[in-house]
């Protein structure tokens, strides 16, 4: 009940604001355990290049292949089930679209204000009082997150105004967290990461979800190809993108992908994975108990 309870108040927010902070999302040696895992990832780490990444940021992906501790934070039952209610009502499930650690190193220059929504063209067509998202941002402090260090700057109420490219930088807020705090955010709010002015490094991890028929940011079946899949739990692995989105979307020779986790041959023959009403569609096709002129005027299902 707690969680549906708080679930139900971070939605509201989420829809509200276009972002939340959740205080004391996870147990703060979980993530300092998590940190002393990826510090000599970060150092042997190159610098980003080009004028988003930033090329005074160190940047990199496949975390769940870097650290067994990752997985927590993907599969966290609080993000997980605030996600399905943002993301869940436009697919059949939403996906992994990206697990990457970030560092902002001393000196380093604000970002450019920006939706990470945008790399889909498909968001522009997108009428914005629809309320349909395609993204979900959850970002994880693996060191406090200062207004001096760079924090995430985000624009309340942004997602409702997307035909502004930027905002008056007066309106953002700083996302001041400490490790275990999280801060989630719609891929449809404007947001930056901001400049580090400090002497130490600004560190933390973005994990984010996206409609289960979109292309991913990161492509799952590089970053976790079968064989390392396979040490995955089976809703991890789905979530890492061995999963059909019905209709038969992101098939390996005509299957779900998840086949090749369990040893299937690809020899095997195509099977179709379809949606209720479509198989019953098709049904009544066949039978001849509906014909095109039942479809006159009827409207697409979004």
């Not at 990444?53 to 089930?81: C, I, Q, W, Y």
């Not at 990461?193 to 984010?208: E, K, V, W, Y």
């Not at 979109?214 to 390392?228: D, R």
Request: charged share 20%.
């Amino acid at each position: 009940m707690e969680t549906t309870s708080r679930t139900a108040a971070f939605v509201e927010r989420l829809q509200r604001d276009g972002y939340c902070i959740v205080e004391d999302a996870l147990a703060s040696s979980e993530i300092t355990a998590l940190a002393a895992e990826l510090d000599e990832q970060f150092s042997q780490t190159q610098m980003s290049e080009g004028p988003f990444s930033g090329n005074d940021t160190r940047r990199f992906g496949r975390l769940l292949r870097r650290s067994p501790l990752a997985g927590a934070l993907v599969e966290h039952e609080l993000m997980l089930k605030t996600v399905d209610a943002i993301l869940g009502p436009w697919c059949d499930h939403f996906a992994l679209n990206l697990t990457q650690a970030i560092e902002l190193t001393p000196g380093s220059a604000e970002q450019v204000p920006h939706r990470d929504q945008d790399m889909w063209p498909c968001s522009q067509l997108i009428p914005a009082d629809r309320g349909v998202e395609l993204l979900v941002n959850v970002m994880w402090p693996l060191t406090p997150f200062t207004a001096d260090n760079g924090a995430t700057r985000i624009w309340p109420g942004s997602h409702r105004r997307q035909a502004e490219l930027l905002i008056d930088p007066e309106e953002a807020v700083i996302a001041e967290m400490a490790p275990g705090t999280a801060l989630l955010f719609l891929g449809s709010t404007l947001h930056a990461g901001g400049a580090n002015h400090t002497r130490l490094p600004r560190r933390g991890i973005i994990i984010s979800y996206c409609l289960g028929w979109l292309k991913p940011y990161e492509l799952p079946w590089l970053a976790y190809p079968p064989e390392v899949a396979r040490t995955f739990p089976p809703s991890l692995a789905r979530l890492a993108g061995y999963r059909v989105h019905r209709p038969n979307l992101g098939v390996f020779e005509g299957r779900c992908p998840s086949l090749l986790l369990n040893g299937d041959g690809a020899e095997a023959g195509a099977v179709d994975v379809l949606l209720p009403e479509q198989a019953a569609l098709i049904a009544a096709w066949r039978d001849g108990s509906v014909t095109a002129a039942d479809f006159v005027g009827a409207e697409a299902v979004p």
